[in-house]
């Protein structure tokens, strides 16, 4: 796990140009909330960064995966199960691509937002009332 942006409170997880809108979610949060987003890239996914996960999910109370895949064999689901595998505190949320065709052509910002993918989700994803 590559550490983008230190924080304390909980953490986004994620890889890729996607990054972006969690620094943008970091910065909202910890203007209304108070507190600190940190902000970690799994920059391989195979092989995955098992142990560095269990670091993460040791370290915050709260885990947000944020990937431009489908849900199906993604990053988010491998958190889970990492999660469930080591009985973690930790709250998981995920917020990645639909399972299902979108019949929407577009800018890469109108098809996020056709999957759920935005500033708005993000942010009810890091609540602690999802």
Avoid at 64 to 84: D, I
Wanted: net charge neutral; charged share 20%.
């Amino acid at each position: 796990m590559r550490c983008i942006k230190s924080g304390s409170d909980l953490c986004i997880l994620g890889y890729g140009p996607i990054l972006s809108l969690a620094w943008e979610a970091a910065r909202h949060y910890e203007a209304k909330q108070g507190g600190s987003v940190a902000i970690y890239s799994a920059h391989t996914v195979k092989p995955l960064d098992t142990v560095g996960i269990g670091r993460l999910l040791n370290q915050f109370r709260r885990v947000v995966v944020l990937e431009e895949h489908s849900s199906v064999h993604s990053l988010g689901g491998q958190v889970k199960q990492l999660a469930w595998d080591a009985r973690s505190g930790s709250t998981i949320g995920t917020l990645s691509l639909q399972d299902e065709f979108i019949h929407l052509y577009g800018s890469r910002d109108d098809l996020l937002r056709a999957h759920g993918i935005t500033l708005e989700s993000l942010l009810a994803c890091m609540s602690d009332n999802p």
